[in-house]
């Protein structure tokens, strides 16, 4: 029997209808995320109105040196300080290129795009996806060059139950970290979304009360898919390969990172594609900032 459910038995037969309704009160409070400092500087907002779907075509952008000797960037997504905010980018390494060692407070999420991303936990081709936590530590690197698309901040863990709830239901789990190699997990037929579309599921923790998760998503040539975003929740799409076009933006390639919000979403694709998905709580991602 699940741990809640389980708790709710007990309690009820113990307390009675009382300890019920504090169970069910401690399931459905909002969530409360742990937050790392910000950095000091001016508040910045790319793409950070959540209430419209936004289109980018990275292949359109200028790569931007970023404070890392050969390392450049394409930001489509920031809120907060320049170097300290919550920010999505398509990242290159030149060959023989490094970063220090680093933490990541709230977290980095990324996918190799090309080449070899390497750290002390292992060299990384195309289409390896990674969910380093907060605590971890490295120093990536890339000896032959890479490309990968990368998520800052976007991952707290939550905040620690404490006093009754934290006796009653024990301490929140922090984040795992997660390394999938691209001939692990299993596609799935998406029926509910439409013919001719799969899903791999990269990152779920929801039993740990995360409500985010990431996937590889497979529409084939001529098929749509149409899902309903959660209401609190956005949804983001970089076209990895292939040609799509969501209902509300303007024709989607390789390389073209889309976010849809909350409501129906709709792709179409006229090539076969592949894609990489995440969906979050918006609160999560962009809280209000001073």
Known sequence: MHRLARNRYLHRLVFGSTAATLIRCASTHAKEYKAAGGGSGEIMRMNADFSQSVAV?????EWVASPIKNVERKRV????TKEAGKVTSVVRYAPGSSFHQHPHPEGEEFLVLKGIFSDHSGDYGPG?????????????SSKPG???IVRLRQHPNLKKSTGFFSWFFGSKKDRSHIVVLPEEGKWEPMADWGSGVSRKMLYEEKSEGYDDSTW???IGKGSSR??????GMAEEVFVIEGNVKAASTSEGTTGT???NPEGESQITASDDSFLYVRQYPVEMVAPALN
């Not at 390896?128 to 990536?140: M, R």
């Not at 149409?226 to 209401?231: D, F, G, I």
Request: charged letters at 20%; glycine letters at 6%.
């Open 57 to 61: 075509d990275t292949t359109e952008m």
């Open 77 to 80: 997504f920031l809120h907060g």
């Open 128 to 140: 390896t996806y990674c969910l380093n936590p907060e605590g971890f530590v490295h120093a990536p």
């Open 146 to 148: 890479c490309e990968i």
């Open 216 to 218: 590889f998503e497979k």
């Open 226 to 231: 149409t899902r309903v975003v959660p209401q």
């Open 257 to 259: 990172w889309i976010r």
